[in-house]
């Protein structure tokens, strides 16, 4: 079959989930809630002809409001150094504030940023954070289902040579949410074996929650369901870069940004509909010295409140799939059912 004529899982959509009776058991040891940190690890994976594009980075760095993309091969030095801040001195503080708490993160990797950021991906396994991917380049992944197949299958190989663990990645976020790639993410799953236990490509909740494997629905495989571990672009540090008055300035107001919402889904927790929040970081944003005072106050004022949960995805994953198994007659699947409907 070539790609063009391969077929494309696009999924009812589900305004209900849960409804107003949400899963009701807590997390771990009773926790009200589980907070997640992702670290988006993208530097040294972005466009840049020293990657062998024809342009460099348009966006997500400091100057991307107003500097246009170098084209013809041409080298943006400037562009190129605010990424490499962000491994150079973001990491490192970074690690460090983790360390203090003896907390882990899950980790958006591109393949290619771990392949050239030596020895920081066996140290963040050193320290019990996961790697999860975040596509081979980052943004790159890709114009049809045989190219993203190949970004995929390299994005494999580089975490697990930049690691030294075969069962690597846990997971996957591409930041796109197109039926296409969770075809061809669920294709390259099986036939690597790797064991992703969840995707993140969802903006739709604050639970976890199934969907049906898209596998089965095309070509009549077992229907294993596809957990989603839904991720946030409001609890996210690129609001420091978002324009047009929808983003943060100051440090102070991205911790108000993050300290309401954990305090609502907190409050949740405690009411009985236990939640999880997100809190997305890039090394070259949230690390600068001044926003970095953001995460420190936030992490101190969630460190110092009980019953709260500080975990990776992959160990979300592994909650919900023992006390929450995909049904795919019970609550989890039953609005996906449209053939009832007119």
């Known amino acids: ?33 589980a907070v997640t940190f992702v670290l988006n690890y993208e530097e040294g994976a972005e466009a840049t002809p020293w990657n062998g594009d024809e342009h460099s980075c348009d966006n997500l760095h400091e ?3 107003e500097r246009p993309p170098t084209t013809n091969g041409q080298r943006d030095i400037m562009v190129e150094e605010m990424f490499e801040y962000g491994i150079r001195q973001g990491l490192p503080r970074l690690m460090k504030q983790f360390r203090k708490y003896g907390w882990q993160w899950t980790t958006w990797a591109c393949g290619r940023a771990l392949e050239v950021t030596q020895p920081y991906a066996k140290m963040m396994i050193e320290d019990g954070h996961e790697i999860a991917c975040h596509g081979n380049r980052w943004r790159i992944h890709g114009d049809n289902a045989d190219e993203e197949r190949a970004h995929i ?6 975490l697990q040579a930049a690691t030294g663990l075969s069962n690597v990645p846990t997971g996957w976020f591409l930041g796109n949410g197109g039926p296409r790639q969770k075809l061809v993410r669920a294709q390259v799953h099986k036939a690597r074996g790797v064991p992703l236990l969840y995707c993140s490509d969802t903006y739709a909740s604050d639970t976890p929650f199934w969907i049906p494997d898209p596998l089965a629905e095309l070509y009549g495989e077992k229907d294993e369901g596809m957990l989603m571990i839904p991720y946030s672009l409001c609890t996210n540090d690129h609001r420091f870069f978002v324009a047009g008055g ?4 100051a440090p102070q107001d991205f911790f108000e940004l993050l300290q309401g919402e954990f305090d609502q ?18 090394n070259r944003f949230i690390c600068k010295p001044g926003r970095f005072m953001a995460l420190k106050r936030f992490m101190a004022y969630i460190a110092e409140k009980p019953d709260v949960w500080v975990c990776t995805r992959q160990e ?4 919900w799939r ?12 039953k609005l996906h059912n449209l053939d009832d409907i007119e």
């Open 1 to 33: 079959m070539s790609s063009a004529d391969e077929p494309v899982y696009i999924p009812p959509r589900d305004f209900v989930g849960y409804g107003v009776e949400p899963p009701s058991t807590p997390w771990p040891n009773g926790a009200k809630i």
């Open 63 to 65: 100057l991307h409001y």
């Open 153 to 158: 299958n390299a994005s494999f190989d580089r």
């Open 246 to 249: 929808a983003g943060v300035s």
């Open 265 to 282: 889904l907190y409050e949740e927790g405690a009411n009985g509909a236990p939640k999880m929040m997100t809190i997305a970081i890039h």
């Open 316 to 319: 979300i994953a592994k909650f």
């Open 322 to 333: 023992e006390n929450h198994p995909y049904d795919k007659v019970g609550p989890t699947h």
